[in-house]
């Protein structure tokens, strides 16, 4: 099945993702539960019963009950820039102890430094009331991009996870023309548009960093009973000339897909709701190829030379999982 977003935007990178580095580099108080819980990839939990030395566990952000003048606020690093569309304040779990009400603030700051005294915040969503245990989704009209965002909770409470989703940033004028570089990794603005099914495992988690920690830290389709073929659409960071491709199986043992292939073009115009019916026209990058469970399957020599392309569509055959694909290549230059 295709997933259901609740918010448009939910279909755009989560910027605010750990497993892309992200991660809090200051924040006023977060005494009963630390903050960089509330940057983790998978939904919260609730642990019944279970309190440490400062009182009930919580999975997410929670700070101490204010007695003085005013707010709580954590500043975060994103692992990678980018433009925002949307945010999701989830308050799951925290139910007498949530903020009322909350805002985020956005900057950029150039060559990986960190905001400071100079530092000019501008607000990307102003302050927004909230509820306990519910997801407060917010679209996002900005340009950016931002290096590093500002959660202020007034006064005081506990929030879930942020999501921040967006579009990565890259700088790609300073980027070697001859170097091989992933033009699909999440981390150089590679983004999954679409995809036939995703019931088990996300269609982005396969250009995210590193290898997949398990199976839920891939994409997997549910088992095809019907004709046909399972597949993923892939925008490229940047548009370049692929030399070697990686298809990475890993965890995947009794559910890999028992052989794959890639169409790839250089699209221009149009929209991302239209790419799906486009890629039907795309033409071989990788012809079939035998997949094997649980391990990396490089591909160099087999890819057929198509000069720039700019988007590519893994398919698998019947179905199954992956883990991750990588895509080097060199830019293609104007």
């Known amino acids: 099945m295709k997933r259901t977003y609740a918010a448009p935007f939910e279909k755009y990178l989560n910027l605010a ?19 960089d819980r509330m940057l983790q990839p998978h939904e919260p939990v609730w642990k019944e019963g279970v309190y440490d030395d400062n009182g009930k566990w919580m999975d997410g ?20 820039p980018g433009v925002i569309k949307g945010v999701d304040i989830d308050t799951r779990y925290f139910t007498g102890n949530y903020p009322p009400s909350a805002s985020l603030e956005a900057c950029f700051v150039e060559d ?15 302050a927004a009331d909230l509820s306990g245990n519910s997801h407060h989704y917010h679209a996002v009209s900005d340009e950016g991009p931002w290096t590093h965002l500002r959660l202020n909770i007034y006064p005081d409470g506990g929030v879930a996870r942020l999501r921040v989703y ?24 590679g983004r999954a548009l679409a995809c036939s099914d995703e019931h088990f495992g996300r269609m982005g988690n396969i250009l995210n960093p590193d290898r997949g920690v398990n199976m839920g830290d891939g994409w997997e389709t549910a088992r095809r009973r019907t ?39 250089y699209v221009e115009g149009g929209t991302d709701s239209q ?6 026209f795309w033409r071989e990058l990788l012809p079939s190829r035998k997949l094997s469970m649980h ?8 890819i057929i030379p198509l000069g720039p392309i700019s988007h590519v569509r893994l398919n698998i055959f019947p179905d199954g999982g992956v883990s991750r694909l990588r895509l080097y290549g060199r830019l293609a230059r104007p």
């Open 17 to 35: 993702d750990a497993r892309l580095g992200t991660r809090a580099i200051s924040v006023t108080d977060d005494w009963f539960a630390t903050v």
């Open 61 to 80: 952000w929670e700070s101490r009950r204010k007695r003085f003048e005013g707010y709580d606020h954590a500043v975060i690093r994103l692992g990678v």
């Open 112 to 126: 990986g430094g960190d905001p400071d005294s100079s530092t000019r915040w501008i607000e990307v969503l102003p």
């Open 166 to 189: 967006g579009i990565p940033y890259r700088n790609w004028s300073r980027q070697p023309a001859d170097e091989l570089i992933d033009l699909a990794a999440a981390l150089n603005g």
């Open 227 to 265: 004709p046909g073929n399972d597949w993923v659409i892939v925008a490229l960071g940047h548009p370049g000339e692929i030399e070697r491709i990686v298809v990475d199986t890993l965890h995947f043992k009794g559910n890999y897909p028992d052989s794959c292939s890639i169409q790839a073009a």
């Open 275 to 280: 790419i799906e019916t486009r890629s039907l």
């Open 295 to 302: 391990q990396e399957h490089a591909f160099s020599e087999e």
